[in-house]
Each structure stands twice: as C-alpha cells, then as structure tokens.
C-alpha cells in the first residue's frame, strides 16, 4: 500500500557494514509485524528477516543468519536492519513490509511477500568486491 519508507541504502565494499531504516508515512508501527525482503535484478522476492510487533522474536533467512540483525524502536516509530560483513550476493533493492497482528498472539514467522500487504519503495544496497 505504500505507507512505509526505506532508507540507508548505497554502495559499499564487501566486508562492510550498512544500516537500513523503514519508517511509517503516518500511522504507528505497533501492533505490527514487520519484515525484510530483497529482490535481485530479474528476481523474485526473497525473504530476509521478520520481527514480532514488540520487537521480542526474530525470524533469519539462511543466508543471513549471523550476519544481519533486525529490529524495532517502537517508541521512535522505526524499524532496522543491521547488515555486517555484507556480500556481492547481498546487493538487492530492499524493501520493508508489514501487517497487523495482536500483539496478544504468539509470533508467527512470515516469509512470503503475500502475507503482508504495506510495503516501502525500495532502498537500493550494492556491494562491490
């Protein structure tokens, strides 16, 4: 739906790190979960990360476990993703999604881009080698 805004991406080296941020146009983060997702150039979407809507559960790709590291600041209306020791395969555009759940609910991790239904615009990552 386009209520949510990413930022942070550029060009770094490999072996560097880079911090994105996804920020609401107008309404408050809480109360939703949250994720990361990346698409390569001619690819689809893949999943990256997800967070529960208090921040308390995470749920990593493979393929970043170790080396990412989602989060929220619910009081500051925003939601992170930490990226060490970035890779030539990490260079994607980045998006954020969310979708609403009672917090009330025990976290279950989504991993498809169709279980969430506000997403940012991209942020674009590129890493040289």
């Known amino acids: 739906q386009g209520r949510l805004v990413e930022s942070g991406g550029r060009l770094v080296q490999a072996g560097e790190s880079l911090r994105l941020t996804c920020v609401p146009l107008r309404h408050t983060i809480s109360g939703y979960d949250m994720a990361w997702f990346r698409q390569a150039p001619g690819k689809e979407y893949d999943f990256v990360a997800a967070i529960s809507s208090t921040g308390g559960n995470t749920d990593y790709a493979d393929s970043v476990k170790g080396r990412f590291t989602i989060s929220r600041d619910n009081a500051k209306n925003a939601m992170y993703l930490q990226m060490n020791s970035l890779k030539s395969e990490d260079t994607a555009i980045y998006y954020c999604?969310?979708?609403?759940?009672?917090?009330?609910?025990?976290?279950?991790?989504?991993?498809?881009?169709?279980?969430?239904?506000?997403w940012g615009q991209g942020t674009q990552v590129t890493v040289s080698s």
């Open positions: 999604a969310s979708i609403w759940e009672d917090p009330r609910r025990l976290f279950r991790p989504r991993r498809q881009s169709g279980e969430y239904d506000d």
